[in-house]
């Protein structure tokens, strides 16, 4: 193995991905957990947390979608997938996006200087937040941490 | 006449059985060998059973996911020897070692996962 070789670096006994990813998870239901405490109290100092906390999760998205992708092009050479393979692709990607919707909101509302946050996107970041815990899940089971290994 | 007759037909009869003797001693060790030439390796629970496995040269392995989990099954040489698709439950995956040598493999989705074939 060649220290230098990117595919040695990015998997080889590494498999950066599943190291990656618990960053926007955590992140991310974190950041959703301060904006609920943030609409209940009313309390702006908590709005400000959660919109770090889900502009950094949408942020670290990004290495993560990278690495899923190098594993399933390098490793597996982009075959079909099916199975949990194929569920935890879609729902990773419908996280993604989920994730980086939650953000755009938060960052508008920001720009526009306005007061309030919309209403509705309690209702997205609670969805977002079942569907980013279900890909984690099958995530931690297809690497063992979930499975009976 | 009726002497060299018996005698003809106990000739016949040894030859026959010889015969089948031989016949049958021939089909016991094809049996055999075929039993030498193929062997499985089990994955389950996350490792390949057994780990390591030493077979003559021709030797045919097949390896078989009992497990819940999609597995492969790659050679860690560069070209790879051998390199399955993803493995799902049940799914098979066959190899046949024309050469000897020693043959490290491991799963590509779960690289801790690692075996080896010694081929002699």
């Known amino acids: ?149 | 006449m009726r002497r060299s007759v018996s005698i003809a037909g106990l000739a016949a009869a040894l030859v026959l059985g010889i015969g089948v003797w031989d016949t049958g001693q021939k089909g016991s060790v094809t049996s055999a060998q075929e039993k030498m030439s193929t062997m499985e390796v089990k994955i389950d629970n996350f490792s390949f059973g057994p780990v390591a496995l030493t077979v003559p040269v021709g030797t045919t392995i097949t390896w078989t996911n009992r497990d819940d989990i999609p597995h492969t099954v790659v050679s860690t040489d560069d070209p790879k020897t051998f390199k399955s698709k993803v493995l799902d439950t049940d799914d098979k995956f066959s190899f046949t070692f024309s050469k000897a040598g020693t043959y490290p493999y491991f799963c590509s989705i779960h690289p801790k996962m690692t075996g080896k074939v010694i081929v002699q």
């Open chain 1, 1 to 149: 193995m060649h220290p230098f070789d990117i595919k040695t670096v990015l998997f080889a006994k590494h498999a950066q991905h599943v190291v990656l990813i618990h960053f926007p998870i955590a992140l991310f239901i974190i950041g959703v957990l301060f904006d609920f405490l943030a609409q209940w109290k009313k309390q702006r100092v908590l709005a400000a947390a959660a919109y770090y906390n889900l502009l950094v999760a949408a942020i670290a998205t990004v290495p993560v979608v990278v690495t899923g992708i190098l594993a399933w092009q390098w490793e597996l050479e982009g075959q079909k997938l099916k199975g949990i393979l194929l569920m935890h692709l879609v729902m990773g990607c419908l996280s993604t996006v989920l994730i980086w919707v939650v953000c755009f909101i938060h960052t508008r509302t920001r720009r526009k200087q306005q007061e309030v946050l919309p209403g509705y996107r309690l209702p997205i970041e609670a969805v977002a937040v079942v569907i980013v815990a279900l890909t984690g899940h099958l995530g931690g089971f297809l690497s063992g941490v979930n499975g009976p290994g």
